[in-house]
């Protein structure tokens, strides 16, 4: 990789005006840049350290001298820290454009694939990598890379993820990974927060697909407003070759306009026959969802052996990414037909299925509305109970439009913790529980999310009659943020089968 004086990168950020006045000795500006970092725990000799983040303090910039930084970027001056200052007028314009300068675009030798959506990124995300994967199987290339709000693979580094797209450096460190692994393709997700704060900031996605668009994300530290969440994720489009667009979507007319910007227009949809892709006769076989798809050049049966109606939209989608890269279409089934998505409707039952327990990644307004409409088609008469929270300080008002809806969909409500992080988990689950009481639905709040589960398996086993047993939000995460930390925790899936294991032996 091609390494930059550091006047190189003063000029640089100079043409994108994010730099105050420069005063920097001759020696510094002729140093060679090793690494540029936001994280002393990777600091190296002659590294380039960019402060960023509410919580960033001066010991971070110390303990990144002393690793050998020698000198660093940031918005505010730390005069008690011994280098070099070079001031920034937007930290994090900056940082996008030093990770592209820094890792040379890696991002030109790949083929990155874009999703954004308030509901379905992660699934429609992995049912392309699957498709992705089988065919590069078949013909002896690698397997593709990932970026998603669940899990992160560059061919380098596999990991649980905690942002659902990166920050720029991050972010271009798994290009240039995956780059090096001789990958050719990156599936990622793309959230309306990278979107609105340039973490994807000159990067062009061969396709950007735009799923659907609901209410979520506003708070006074993401989106003011659902007009500027919305126009945020639109942006998706300034920055591709291919724009998929599906017209079913709410604000499809909208959406359609802003993917003008796009090099040309995609679309799907189940309910539109003159779409591009075509999706139709939905219906379950079994445990499998079948259904069929007509595009362009082709009208074929496909199969989901994963349950919840709503992903047939998510694998229209995944159809016409993978047909755009003309991978064949018996590879697209064979891929769709064995995807499976960690922690998204993932289904345990136990022996005597008197108990089914569905752990979803479901949190917003729209995921939990498709999910409780899919588990009441397809569990007609069961008893249906729910554990949930919410996370602390973003996207409030989930509080109030999850605990309605459960309120109206649930026969009985366990509130738990969800990644509270600063806040008190007991006062977000007051806040959630008031919004159920409005729709006097019965409830109870448990913090212990292990403990929750537990009850509510209890609960169904003292109860007549079948129940399902739905635990969202979490997934296969093994990590609970609290505080400032994330702290190692037993994974939903891994409480279900427990709790499932322990009723089966009794």
């Known amino acids: 990789m091609k390494k930059y004086l550091l006047k190189d990168y003063i000029s640089f950020l100079q043409e994108k005006n994010v730099l105050g006045d420069v005063n920097l000795s001759d020696t510094c500006m002729n140093t060679v840049v090793a690494l540029v970092s936001c994280d002393s725990q990777q600091v190296v000799r002659n590294t380039l350290f960019l402060c960023k983040g509410v919580h960033f303090k001066a010991q971070y910039l110390q303990d990144a001298v002393n690793k050998g930084a020698f000198a660093y970027l940031s918005e505010v001056e730390y005069p008690e820290v011994n280098i070099p200052w070079i001031p920034l007028t937007n930290v994090r314009y900056a940082m996008a454009n030093l990770a592209t300068m820094y890792y040379n675009d890696p991002w030109k030798e790949l083929n990155v694939i874009g999703l954004t959506g308030t509901k379905g990124k992660s699934t429609t995300t992995y049912y392309v990598k699957a498709i992705l994967d089988t065919y590069l199987e078949r013909v002896g290339k690698n397997e593709s890379a990932v970026i998603?709000?669940?899990?992160?693979?560059?061919?380098?580094?596999?990991?649980e993820s905690h942002?659902?797209?990166?920050?720029?450096?991050?972010?271009?460190?798994?290009?240039?990974?995956?780059?090096?692994?001789?990958?050719?393709?990156?599936?990622?997700?793309?959230?309306?927060?990278?979107?609105?704060?340039?973490?994807?900031?000159?990067?062009?996605?061969?396709v950007a697909a735009f799923l659907n668009i609901g209410y979520d994300h506003i708070s006074s530290v993401e989106h003011p407003t659902w007009e500027d969440y919305f126009a945020s994720k639109l942006r998706i489009f300034e920055q591709c070759t291919y724009g998929l667009v599906n017209l079913d979507s709410d604000h499809c007319d909208e959406i359609l306009d802003a993917a003008k910007a796009a090099k040309k227009v995609i679309t799907f949809s189940e309910a539109n026959d003159t779409a591009d892709f075509y999706g139709y006769d939905v219906h379950k076989v079994g445990n499998d969802i079948v259904f069929k798809v007509r595009g362009s050049d082709f009208d074929e049966e496909f199969k989901l052996s994963m349950p919840g109606l709503f992903n047939v939209s998510n694998a229209l989608c995944a159809i016409a990414i993978a047909r755009l890269y003309d991978i064949p279409v018996r590879d697209i089934q064979a891929g769709l037909y064995h995807a499976k998505v960690p922690g998204r409707m993932e289904i345990y039952t136990s022996n005597d299925k008197k108990i089914t327990a569905i752990v979803d990644y479901a949190h917003n307004q729209l995921s939990f509305q498709k999910l409780f409409e899919s588990v009441r088609s397809e569990y007609p008469g069961y008893r249906a109970t729910i554990i949930f929270g919410c996370p602390?300080?973003?996207?409030?008002?989930?509080?109030?439009?999850?605990?309605e809806i459960a309120g109206k969909n649930a026969d009985y409500i366990y509130l738990t913790e969800e990644d509270a992080g600063e806040e008190d988990p007991l006062a977000i689950a007051h806040e959630i529980a008031r919004a159920v009481e409005k729709e006097k639905a019965?409830?109870?709040?448990?913090?212990?999310?292990?403990?929750?589960?537990?009850?509510?398996?209890?609960?169904?086993?003292?109860?007549?009659?079948?129940?399902?047993?739905?635990?969202?939000?979490?997934?296969?995460?093994?990590?609970q943020k609290?505080?400032?930390?994330?702290?190692?925790?037993?994974?939903?899936?891994?409480?279900?089968?427990?709790?499932?294991?322990?009723?089966?032996?009794?």
């Not at 109860?463 to 093994?478: C, D, M, R, Y």
């Not at 994974?491 to 009723?503: G, I, M, P, T, W």
Request: net charge negative; hydrophobic share 35%.
């Open 163 to 206: 942002l659902t797209t990166p920050e720029p450096l991050d972010l271009e460190r798994h290009f240039s990974n995956a780059v090096e692994s001789k990958i050719d393709f990156v599936t990622m997700e793309v959230s309306s927060q990278a979107l609105k704060y340039d973490r994807v900031l000159g990067v062009n996605f061969s």
């Open 392 to 403: 602390g300080k973003k996207a409030k008002d989930r509080r109030h439009d999850l605990g």
């Open 482 to 506: 609290r505080g400032t930390e994330y702290i190692p925790v037993m994974s939903d899936v891994a409480c279900v089968n427990l709790e499932l294991k322990k009723y089966n032996e009794k």
């Open 442 to 479: 019965p409830y109870e709040i448990i913090i212990d999310r292990e403990k929750a589960i537990a009850r509510a398996v209890e609960d169904a086993a003292n109860v007549q009659g079948n129940t399902v047993i739905l635990i969202t939000g979490k997934g296969a995460e093994t990590r």
């Open 148 to 159: 998603s709000s669940i899990g992160t693979y560059d061919g380098v580094e596999r990991f």
